[in-house]
């Protein structure tokens, strides 16, 4: 079993559960700012997935195909989903800390019916008749996960991307983190191994590239251009995988893995820093997991920063944008 660890989320807010009334009350009334935000999560959450209170048998819940994508899955919104579920889960164990109330794992629950709900989904053909190639019963993650496009074909139709992928690989990591179960790490793991390959050209060699989008059944590059991010993506999720795997007593299981994403990382030098507010924020977040602690995550950091600042205080210095004095 994995420990239970503070796994972080993107969002949090307070369980609203009618199983403990109570909650909502202490939370607005000793941190009512807090209580705004969380009600503001509450409702983008329910947005897609309903009303979560009115839920009677978490176990048997299956998802509303609200998520804009094909067949009601998007991979991108629900890999969301699926970290807010774990956040709801943390944020209503610290509210019952002191109380005796009997733990409740309803959101862990709605987690891993999303989770299966998306392998079932986005794990098969279009139609789906069979998985993807690749996969099969004992290893489901085998062909990849498609994107969920409504659109079948084209450059902007149905098919896998690196960046959606890895971060339902983070997903089921944190998954596993939370729930102690290591079957969702595993899951990550054999989803990277079974896609790292399709997306590199010349892996094998001193300076590989990789390629942005690939066709369903990932046999054809359907945008061959290198992602911005991809790489650094998938250094840091692998990375991730791999820690928990240890912790497994698994080993360095994605060590080759790694070192491809490493190679890319060094051919392409100083990552470049956009002012796409998606870019931006995903690379900040991408690289905090390692900064202060490594370098190339350290300077990722702190250019990521500077553009947040820069365009509209340029005469600011960054260390008084970042709220930094002297006397701390």
């Known amino acids: 079993m994995l420990r239970r660890s503070n796994y972080p989320g993107i969002l949090t807010r307070t369980y609203n559960s009618p199983l403990y009334p109570s909650i909502r009350r202490i939370m607005s009334d000793a941190f009512p700012d807090v209580a705004s935000r969380l009600e ?49 889960h943390r944020e209503y ?16 629950t709605l987690a891993r019916r999303l ?9 098969r053909t279009r139609d789906g008749q069979s998985r993807l190639p690749g996969a099969t019963d004992d290893n489901p993650m085998g062909g990849g996960l498609r994107i969920g496009k409504i ?24 998954l596993s983190l939370a729930t102690g179960d290591p079957t969702y790490n595993r899951q990550a793991i054999a989803l990277a ?5 399709r997306f590199f050209i010349g892996r094998h060699l001193s300076r590989p590239r990789m390629m942005w ?41 994605l060590a080759n893995e790694i070192a491809d994403y490493r190679k890319v990382m060094e051919r392409k030098g100083k990552h470049f ?26 300077q990722l950091s702190g250019e990521c920063f500077e553009h947040i600042c820069m365009p509209s205080m340029p005469d600011l ?5 970042l709220g930094i004095t002297s006397d701390r």
């Open 40 to 88: 503001r999560f509450q409702e983008a959450q329910e947005s897609l997935y309903g009303d979560l209170r009115s839920i009677a048998n978490p176990q048997d819940w299956t998802p509303p195909q609200q998520s804009g994508g094909h067949r009601g899955r998007y991979l991108w919104t629900d890999a969301f989903g699926v970290i807010n579920f774990i956040t709801l």
């Open 93 to 108: 164990e610290k509210a019952l800390a002191s109380s005796t109330s009997a733990p409740d794992d309803r959101y862990l």
């Open 115 to 123: 989770v299966q709900t998306v392998h079932d989904v986005l794990g």
């Open 151 to 174: 659109e079948e074909h084209g450059s902007d139709g149905d098919g896998q991307y690196h960046h959606y992928l890895t971060i339902w690989m983070f997903a089921l990591n944190r």
């Open 193 to 197: 191994k079974a896609i790292h390959p």
């Open 213 to 253: 989008k690939m066709s369903m059944d990932l046999s054809t590059a359907l945008v061959a251009s290198e992602g911005n991010l991809d790489p650094v993506d998938g250094f840091v999720t692998f990375r991730l995988l791999q820690a928990a795997a240890m912790q497994m007593g698994e080993g360095e299981v």
């Open 273 to 298: 820093v956009t002012s796409d507010p998606l870019d931006l924020g995903m690379s900040l977040w991408t690289a905090h997991w390692f900064a202060e602690k490594e370098d190339w995550a350290t």
């Open 317 to 321: 210095p960054l260390s008084s944008c």
